[in-house]
Nanobody
């Protein structure tokens, strides 16, 4: 069973950057990985996903060009580099893992088998 721990959240001014980290333990690297976020009073939203090899990435529409997902399988770690942040990016960010071959649509919550506890990102105007 995989355990996922996010870190790197915090308070940043609009226009700034943050890098989130998701460390996986208790499992192999044979997972596709994703990031989601949830703002107060809103549904959990897809942010980005990456295939187990790192060769394929997906992004939510509002994140394209600003966010980059990448992974280091030697460290069992996935990263989310967030640039040009704005107050609308304020949310709790969650890391998630999906068994390889189980799901074809990594943009949906139901495709993921394990979730982290989340890390808060707050962007001030």
């Amino acid at each position: 069973q995989a355990q996922l721990v996010e870190s790197g959240g915090g308070l940043v001014q609009a226009g700034g950057s943050l890098r989130l980290t998701c460390a996986a333990s208790g499992a192999s690297t044979n997972y596709n990985m994703g990031w989601f976020r949830q703002a107060p009073g809103k549904e959990r939203e897809f942010v980005a996903a990456i295939s187990w090899s790192g060769g394929t990435t997906y992004y939510g529409d509002s994140m394209k060009g600003r966010f980059t997902i990448f992974r280091d399988n030697a460290k069992n770690t996935v990263y989310l580099q967030m640039n040009s942040l704005n107050p609308e990016d304020t949310a709790v960010y969650y890391c998630a893992a999906s068994f390889i071959g189980r799901a074809t649509n990594l943009r949906t919550i139901g495709s993921y088998d394990y979730w982290g506890q989340g890390t808060q990102v707050t962007v001030s105007s």
